[in-house]
């Protein structure tokens, strides 16, 4: 909208002409000048100026509408407005599902989930709309190499036996999978902006990016001077694309991100904290120095080798170096933390359980619930066994 | 009338050339006759016959023969003495002190003003105590707060204890939300705007007075929700284009009592290189805020982000968008956490001491932590109604 042409605002000829002398063609250069200096390049009177501006702002001034059509428009739609994640309590405190229309972020630990998270969420968003699913297709932007098609088709085969009965579905499903592997910030930015068109043609319900932490703190060191305000653009920009996107074609978009310790002194961390929620320390957690251990790098497609990990992490940790005192919390910093719209935090309980905390919602309060990672996926504990909905024989 | 030709709202080209031709005030170019004129010949004779026919206050009016063509065109000319002769009349009953177009009145007024303006209530009684009733109208407030500490949540409150009516203690007002982070939700609308509904049903029934049913007639969830006039600003040239057309919607709708603009911050944090642009921006959007909240008796609401400000030995959270911007907002409240306790602190105020308290949000809205003590209100007036309102919710 910003970057409309003055001509297409409905200003006469001879006066876009007159401001593209002065390099003035878009909207956005015509509403950024003071009325004096519009006044000087437009050589019209303050009155006139005035019209004007009115009329530039009615062409890129967004339509009014009322809360009440907005929720009319919801109700003629239900299903559209959330991905349901086939976790029936979690779904439940979010009041139906990962919302659609903007961004959701996955935090936890190394190895406690969040690929096999957006995994599971793939398979369910190419599910049929009576199965919960979005019945389209699913972008996967994958920056750490994570992604393993083997286990989707695992957990889609686990999950939902009797509507991947056969190889053909099993096929199509995958078929309408799209995962690019983007190992810089640049190409991720890059990928975002050419995804309007991919949406629209592929017909696209699901944005996974997997995960945006690994790209930007490989590339910003924070410590060095400028890197800080360099990555706080790159993020904001960054989000406000996706969450056009996001918006524009009403679909959910998923973001995974690391954690990070800050270490200071006492005040200080309950200033930085987002929310209570989000200090991991306050539960049981992994000392940070792990993510820097050789071991964790390797691909966590098994569980076993995952477990083992872990243990060989835990044993490192805890015989080495004393715990520094700090706060844990999501990673990529606070303006970050303002774009995203909903939190879930996953994290280490009693092996094999793990918690997953929904830590900011504009819908749900702040609540956990407590998961193990099977064959088929995430299964929450309590929730009786693949409850799906539209006549599935149940387990 | 002494006013210099330089200041009128003229073309800049004609005016430069009244400046050329060494007209100095206002008066000159309104008497000077066209002998004078003529001999300095650098106006063209039908111009000036256009400006005595105009005025009608000259009886000779001799034509010269010397007749030197400068370009301004009749239209233009008659242009121009009207808006010479408008400024000159409105700065003339302006020294006069003419009733209606004075902008003067003396501090008893404004006191009076002040009392019989309501307050929106927010529905904490312990916020709306530490603000003196409740946000205020014709002032600009800024929430800042850390991302999921609430602001939202209060700017959609706001935006329906506005539409209460008159005799539950509301201001029987509309509601425009300006979102630019895209977190509002209607969902979330329809439960406070249910729980406010219910309240006021309590009320009701409890004095069964007849005005009292008669507005719950009009205040149902429908009407709450189609008087929340809603615009989604995707960047701040949407943003600053619907804030110069908000003075002509606000005409419209002149029942508008709160504009929420949620999120100022978020369009102006990203893509700016330019910082200095970003505080004219801002600045300008302040002023027209400001006048806005003036000319229609509304209540303006600001939510701002914050930002960690790096210092020598441990870094602080701190409002974004500069210290200039600081100076913009007439109150200011900071929400932050402490342990798991949300807490709201009153920062800036003109009339208001500073303070904290904590708050709650509950899936009815904005409330109170607990009970306010009912017998600390020596002054509370019997027959107010909006003291009755947070009582009775405690129940």
């Keep these: 909208m910003a970057a409309k042409k003055l001509r297409r605002a409905r200003l006469s000829q001879e006066l876009c002409e007159r401001l593209s002398r002065h390099q003035i063609t878009t909207c956005q250069d015509f509403l950024c000048l003071s009325l004096l200096d519009l006044m000087k390049v437009t050589g019209q009177s303050y009155g ?41 309590g979690l779904d439940k405190v979010l009041h139906g599902g990962v919302p659609c229309g903007s961004l959701t972020e996955i935090t936890s630990p190394p190895g406690c989930g969040k690929t096999q998270f957006c995994i599971m969420m793939s398979v369910l968003a190419t599910l049929p709309i009576s199965m919960g699913g979005l019945n389209g297709a699913v972008i996967y932007i994958d920056t750490e190499s994570a992604f393993s098609a083997e286990r989707l088709v695992e957990i889609a085969g686990n999950r939902f036996p009797a509507y991947f009965d056969s190889d053909e579905k099993l096929f199509s499903m995958t078929c309408s999978v799209y995962l690019y592997r983007e190992l810089t910030c640049g190409s991720v930015l890059k990928r975002i902006k050419s995804l309007e068109e991919e949406i629209i043609s592929k017909k696209v319900k699901l944005i996974i990016i997997d995960s945006v932490a690994s790209v930007v703190r490989k590339e910003f060191d924070t410590k060095l001077q400028g890197n800080l305000t360099e990555r706080s653009n790159f993020l904001a920009r960054g989000a406000s694309l996706l969450k056009y996107l996001a918006e524009e074609f009403s679909i959910p978009v998923i973001l995974t991100n690391q954690i990070t310790t800050r270490l200071s002194n006492g005040p200080a961390i309950q200033a930085d904290l987002v929310s209570p929620a989000d200090d991991l320390s306050l539960s049981e957690v992994l000392d940070s120095s792990l993510q820097s251990h050789p071991l964790v790098r390797l691909p966590k497609n098994r569980l076993e080798s995952s477990r083992i990990l872990l243990e060989i992490c835990l044993a490192g940790a805890s015989g080495g170096r004393k715990r520094e005192s700090g706060c844990v919390t999501a990673a990529l910093g606070n303006t970050w933390s303002h774009s995203v719209n909903t939190r879930l935090i996953l994290q280490y309980h009693d092996l094999p359980t793990r918690q997953i905390r929904v830590a900011k919602s504009p819908v749900a309060p702040f609540s956990t619930f407590f998961y193990t990672i099977e064959k088929s996926g995430f299964v929450l504990q309590g929730d009786p066994i693949l409850k799906v909905t539209g006549g599935i024989k149940q387990k | 009338m002494q006013r210099d030709v330089g200041s009128l709202p003229l073309a800049p080209a004609l005016r430069a050339r009244l400046v050329a031709a060494g007209f100095q005030t206002a008066q000159e170019v309104l008497e000077t006759g066209p002998c004078g004129l003529s001999k300095d010949s650098l106006l063209s004779p039908e111009f000036w016959l256009q400006c005595t026919t105009a005025l009608g206050s000259f009886e000779n009016l001799i034509v010269s023969s010397r007749n030197i063509e400068i370009g301004i065109s009749k239209e233009e000319a008659l242009e121009a003495l009207q808006v010479v002769r408008q400024e000159c009349h409105s700065d003339a009953t302006r020294t006069a002190g003419a009733p209606g177009t004075s902008r ?9 003003q002040e009392q019989a303006q309501g307050f929106i209530i927010t529905f904490c009684s312990a916020l709306d105590n530490v603000l003196g009733g409740g946000v205020q109208l014709t002032k600009i407030t800024e929430i800042c707060g850390a991302p999921g500490v609430g602001k939202t949540q209060l700017c959609m409150q706001l935006a329906v204890d506005v539409q209460i009516p008159e005799c539950f203690g509301g201001l029987a007002g509309e509601a425009v939300f300006i979102d630019t982070e895209g977190s509002f939700m209607v969902d979330r609308v329809v439960d406070i705007a249910a729980a406010c509904v219910q309240h006021c049903q309590l009320i009701a029934e409890a004095h069964q007075e007849e005005d009292h049913l008669k507005a719950l007639e009009t205040f149902s969830l429908e009407s709450i929700l189609s008087h929340i006039y809603y615009f989604r600003c995707r960047d ?22 709160l504009v929420v603009i949620d999120g100022i911050a978020f369009p102006f944090r990203h893509d700016f290189e330019d910082l200095s642009l970003r505080t004219r921006l801002l600045n300008g959007l ?110």
Excluded at chain 2, 236 to 254: Q, R
Excluded at chain 2, 358 to 387: L, S, W
């Design chain 1, 48 to 88: 006139n100026v005035q019209k004007l501006l009115c009329k530039v702002s009615l062409a890129c001034a967004p339509k009014m509408q009322t809360a009440y059509e907005m929720k009319v428009r919801r109700a003629v739609n239900p299903s559209s407005a959330f991905l349901s994640t086939s976790l029936h």
């Design chain 2, 104 to 112: 003067k009145c003396t501090a008893l007024e404004l006191l009076e």
């Design chain 2, 236 to 257: 701040y040239t949407e943003l600053l284009a619907e804030v110069y057309l908000l003075p002509d919607f606000l005409s419209e709708h002149s029942k508008v009592r």
């Design chain 2, 286 to 395: 302040a002023q027209q805020l400001i006048i806005i909240a003036n000319d229609h008796k509304a209540a303006v609401v600001l939510t701002n982000q914050m930002t960690t400000r790096i210092g020598q030995s441990q870094s602080t959270l701190v409002p974004a968008l500069g210290e200039s911007w600081g100076h913009a907002a007439t109150v200011r409240l900071i929400f932050h956490w402490d342990n798991n306790q949300r807490l709201a602190t009153l920062y800036k105020s003109p009339s208001q001491k500073e303070s904290t308290i904590p708050y709650h949000i509950t899936p009815h809205g904005f409330r109170d932590v607990q009970p306010p003590a009912v017998t600390q209100n020596p002054e509370g007036t019997e027959m107010n109604p909006r003291k009755r309102l947070r009582r009775e919710e405690e129940k």
